[in-house]
């Protein structure tokens, strides 16, 4: 196996994790996220302000505020935090992990949503895929 098929099964293993999780807790996940979720953030990203970036954290698209950075790394800890938690549980780096969730946050965007491109672009969504990395698992 070469190591670029290496890191597609890697990143394979990962998503599946990653995805039985997401089904099973994803209903009490997404409870409490709804419930403790800054409407500060939730309008920031329906106004493109906002977007997912391929390293797996958000990121500010166009002019900054302080309010805004502020809710950036608010939200960039405790996903550094998680993803951390999980990788070591995964055994895999905070990198290969970090990647993997971007993948999935890019292609969890909804129409209008910004999200980052391979290239390092901002983009906005449409009803099409998203463009994403080659390191992502199809």
């Not at 403790?36 to 302000?49: E, L, M, N």
């Not at 992990?97 to 999935?104: H, Q």
Request: aromatic letters at 6%; hydrophobic letters at 40%; one cysteine or more.
């Amino acid at each position: 196996m070469t190591r670029s098929d290496l890191r597609r099964s890697f990143a394979r293993d990962i998503l599946g994790g990653m995805v039985a999780f997401a089904l099973l807790a994803g209903p009490v996940a997404g409870t409490a996220q709804a419930q403790s979720r800054d409407p500060a953030y939730d309008s920031a990203r329906s106004a493109g302000k906002v977007g997912e970036k391929m390293d797996g954290y958000l990121g500010i698209v166009g002019p900054e505020s302080a309010e805004l950075r502020r809710i950036v790394n608010d939200i960039n800890i405790k996903r550094r935090a998680l993803y951390a938690q999980r990788a070591q549980a995964a055994n895999a780096t905070l990198q290969e992990y970090a990647l993997t969730a971007g993948c999935l946050a890019i292609l969890r965007t909804a129409p209008g949503e910004k999200y980052q491109a391979p290239d390092g672009s901002w983009h906005t969504r449409t009803s099409q895929p998203p463009m994403r990395d080659s390191r992502c698992p199809a």
